[in-house]
């Protein structure tokens, strides 16, 4: 079995005017969908972060790719995973650059498209999924509902602008508002909420407003993405002791591994056990060494995209098991590919001890490319199909409205600065820590 053919195309979905510590989402966020195709006729699909950058990265392998066994091309194209094409640093920290724009990550990005493919065709060629060809460990995934703070607005513009849905969420009570229309849409039993966008104490409030409503049983978590001091971080972990302490986490409260670990050490102080969850201070296998010694983060965040596909996630859920540390999973804005993909590496990844973020809710039924329409969460979670490979196909003519749709809107690079300043102030920055 030989690659024959390797298609890259660049898709706008529709986003709404999401708010977090990095600025605020465009009208459409970007991906890439890759197929590969084989001598065979199998197609392999994935789905990676997007724009004119990210697509430029996976047609650069071609070359190695094309004419490969999808078998052994996987493994010929690991030194991508640790390469740094700046040549300055193996840094690669989210800290100040939104995913998908890490030059740091490039290769692990590329090389995580790339895998996934394989493993679909792989998957059809046996005819199993992709979870069991890794080892299945469980037969549906949980997912976390991800509510954040909203501008009004469904993403879109011009005759493609959208319903919005949610409406606008600029306060507690429309994040409690908008977090029972997604549990009652979607089943969820835990939920995320992103911070760092308004003033501390207001977001402890929301929070308090989010366990009043939903219950001491149901896990609770908030990511400001380091928008606080050490001392602000403290404080709100301090104020949300009972909030976060039944399955939930503060998630990367502050910036760097050295001021998590002495956010960790004044909430022990004050007798908070409050787990720290991380996807900022740690992105790589480097990291956690340091991570470890200084007792900075008890949950990472992987991501089997930039932390460079399925079995590097695998290799770390093992490593977090050895050193007694907690896993989840994180997510930004996709499609159904990347949904599946999720669910098949969470499926073959026995660590993962927290529900999974998802993105998916902010998505579109208008704009999803997988033949069938939208993947279907029950009671929050997503069921391993019983088909081959990731167990979805591509609807050709969503995929046409999706490319055609990129190259219609003038975003080629995710810019969440550029849109606070376009949209709500001319001048802002993002500065860290801001509170």
Same mark, same amino acid.
């Given at each position: 079995? +030989?690659? $024959?053919?390797?298609? $890259?195309? +660049?898709?706008?979905?529709?986003? &709404?005017? @999401?708010?977090?510590s990095y600025g605020l989402h465009a009208p459409y966020a970007l991906r890439c969908i890759l197929e590969l195709k084989t001598d065979d006729g199998f197609t392999g699909i994935a789905e990676a972060h997007g724009g004119d950058a990210q697509g430029a990265a996976l047609e650069s392998v071609r070359g190695q790719v094309v004419g490969a066994d999808p078998f052994q091309v996987i493994n010929r194209l690991g030194p991508l995973v640790e390469a740094d094409p700046t040549g300055n640093s193996a840094d690669r920290s989210q800290t100040f650059l939104v995913p998908g724009e890490n030059p740091y990550d490039t290769g692990a990005r590329v090389f995580s498209a790339v895998e996934t493919a394989c493993f679909d065709i792989i998957g059809k060629a046996v005819g199993k999924p992709v979870c069991d060809l890794l080892g299945r460990a469980r037969d549906? $995934?949980?997912?976390?509902?991800? &509510?954040?703070?909203?501008?009004?607005?469904?993403?879109g513009e011009g005759d493609d602008k959208r319903e919005d849905e949610y409406g606008e969420c600029l306060s507690p009570e429309t994040i409690v508002r908008q977090v029972v229309q997604m549990r009652k849409q979607y089943g969820f039993a835990s939920f995320k909420f992103k911070g760092g966008v308004l003033e501390p104490?207001?977001?402890?409030?929301?929070?308090?407003?989010? *366990?009043?409503? @939903?219950?001491?049983?149901?896990?609770?978590?908030?990511?400001?993405?380091?928008?606080?001091t050490v001392e602000t971080s403290i404080r709100v972990g301090?104020? @949300? +002791?009972?909030?976060?302490?039944?399955?939930? *986490?503060?998630?990367?409260?502050t910036a760097d591994i050295a001021g998590m670990a002495a956010v960790r050490r004044g909430l022990l102080k004050a007798g908070v056990d409050t787990p720290l969850a991380s996807n900022v201070a740690v992105t790589g296998f480097g990291d956690i060494p340091e991570s470890v010694k200084q007792d900075a983060v008890q949950i990472v965040l992987c991501d089997h995209h930039y932390w460079g596909g399925m079995r590097q996630v695998q290799h770390l859920g093992k490593l977090c098991k050895t050193f007694g540390l907690g896993m989840s999973m994180h997510s930004n804005s996709h499609l159904g590919i990347s949904l599946m993909a999720m669910a098949h590496v969470a499926a073959a990844t026995p660590h993962l001890s927290y529900a999974c973020d998802t993105h998916y809710p902010w998505s579109q039924a208008k704009d999803e490319v997988v033949l069938g329409g939208r993947i279907k969460f029950v009671n929050g979670c997503v069921k391993i199909p019983n088909k081959p490979g990731l167990g979805v196909e591509l609807d050709y003519d969503q995929l046409a409205r999706g490319v055609e749709r990129y190259a219609k809107c003038p975003y080629r690079k995710r810019d969440d600065t550029a849109e606070m300043r376009k949209h709500v102030d001319p001048n802002w920055k993002r500065v860290l820590p801001r509170w």
């Open positions: 079995m +030989k690659i $024959v053919e390797l298609r $890259v195309h +660049k898709v706008a979905i529709a986003d &709404p005017p @999401l708010r977090s549906e $995934v949980p997912f976390s509902a991800y &509510p954040f703070y909203k501008h009004a607005g469904g993403g104490d207001i977001e402890v409030e929301t929070m308090k407003a989010l *366990y009043r409503e @939903l219950g001491p049983d149901v896990p609770l978590r908030i990511d400001p993405n380091s928008a606080w301090i104020a @949300l +002791k009972e909030e976060l302490g039944r399955g939930g *986490y503060l998630e990367d409260p």
